[in-house]
T-cell receptor, first 115, second 109 residues
């Protein structure tokens, strides 16, 4: 158990819909990262938050947004869903701000299927 | 460009065999981790090893940062070692964890 909690574990929805994925970081970790794993793209970095503020942005679509709340949990919102958004979405956390020098711990992922 | 290359992409092992997985990276790094993704999709931390050698049970890893590679050794493999092994690095100045495409390992009894 990494200590990073993600919900839901599985989600099936239709094209055009909107979903929210939730992540609780390990106790004491201030940084949260979101990654997408799809069959054709591998593991791709989406976005990082540190203590409530966006710190780094990767290959995140405009239809996707995220935020980190005062209690440090984070949500990833996916809207106007397309078939190609079907993937495993991971959240990770670490203590560091953004130098990425420390170890990242991943949650179990949220498997999204868009029909 | 920035690259993380893992080899071999696929590996089939007889239970009890040893193996070495390799990760080459194209530039200097300040973070390197090895993960195991099990058949259920979970990403499990194996090693945080930007340099040097570490051992954990039947697994060990070595990173030679000056030569831009890392090795993961699996000894006396077991069927539970099956899955995909990912190397992930943070390049200086890039500030994001970049993953290789993984080594798919199948251990047969």
């Amino acid at each position: 158990d990494s200590g990073v909690t993600q919900t839901p574990k599985h989600l099936i929805t239709a094209t055009g819909q909107r979903v929210t994925l939730r992540c609780s970081p390990r106790s004491g970790d201030l940084s949260v990262y979101w990654y997408q794993q799809s069959l054709d793209q591998g593991l791709q970095f989406l976005i990082q938050y540190y203590n409530g503020e966006e710190r780094a942005k990767g290959n995140i679509l405009e239809r996707f947004s995220a935020q980190q709340f005062p209690d440090l949990h984070s949500e990833l919102n996916l809207s106007s869903l397309e078939l190609g958004d079907s993937a495993l979405y991971f959240c990770a956390s670490s203590r560091e701000a953004g130098e990425y020098t420390g170890e990242l711990f991943f949650g179990e992922g949220s498997r999204l299927t868009v029909l | 460009g920035i690259q993380v290359e893992q080899s071999p992409p696929d590996l089939i092992l007889q239970e009890g065999a040893n193996s070495t997985l390799r990760c080459n990276f194209s530039d200097s790094v300040n973070n390197l981790q090895w993960f195991h993704q099990n058949p259920w999709g979970q990403l499990i931390n194996l090693f945080y090893i930007p340099s040097g050698t570490k051992q954990n049970g039947r697994l060990s890893a070595t990173t030679v940062a000056t030569e831009r590679y890392s090795l993961l050794y699996i000894s006396s493999s077991q069927t539970t070692d099956s899955g995909v092994y990912f190397c992930a690095v943070v390049f200086y100045g890039n500030n994001r964890l970049a993953f290789g495409k993984g080594n798919q390992v199948v251990v047969i009894p």
